[in-house]
């Protein structure tokens, strides 16, 4: 399964692809069965271990049946990034142009297997935890009066997807003239919503780069 991507979009480096992955952790995960694929929304972990192209740790409610097919295929897990539709009114010649979408996306291959230890998916929660509770007023982790961790772990799998090959795609008009690129932020920003407002800020590191 490839990732239609002409040179002008390709990441430039590996860098923008952890950015991608870090920013925008909710993917969706794609393992292949019979009849039917199984497809699953959760947020994956990216992490680069020396001499690898680094893996993807999560987990799933254990009711859910999808991690009893990791091992029989590979998996590919779908990350997209900052997205917004682009109008050629904002362009400088725009009756030359045709309506379009900008957008950062990238495609993750790779075998996924169940964590191999027991102190694993503990770890694993306690920094996901950390991650999106540590900066709130009363994080929840404070809210649990006593109540071990370890009690939730029966509902849930942790499991790591190995990076074998990564596909990136970074549409952000870099086949339009930086004078278009510049009017297109600006439009970008104008609109006022979030993914808007994220494609403006992704597209203007990109507008200098030609």
Known sequence: MSLYTPRAFAAK?????????????????????DPEASISHLPLEYRVEDGSQGSLLGHM??????????????????FHGPHAYVSPSWYAEPATAVPTWNYAIAHVHG??????????????????IERYEGGRAAPWRLQ??????????????????????????????QNRSLADRERVIAALRGEGYADAL???????RYSREG
């Open 111 to 128: 075998r996924v297997e169940l964590l191999p230890d027991t102190a694993a998916t503990p770890r694993l929660l306690e920094e996901m």
């Open 61 to 78: 409610a254990r009711a859910n049946p999808h991690w009893e097919r990791f091992g029989r295929a590979p998996s590919i897990a779908i």
């Open 13 to 33: 480096d590996a860098a923008v692809a952890a950015k991608l992955l870090r920013e925008h952790p909710f993917a969706t995960l794609i393992t292949p069965g």
């Open 144 to 173: 649990l009066e006593g109540r071990p961790l370890a009690a939730m772990l029966d509902a849930i799998v942790g499991f790591r997807l190995a990076i074998e090959r990564m596909d990136v795609k970074i549409k952000l008009s």
């Open 198 to 204: 994220s494609t403006a800020d992704w597209m203007d």
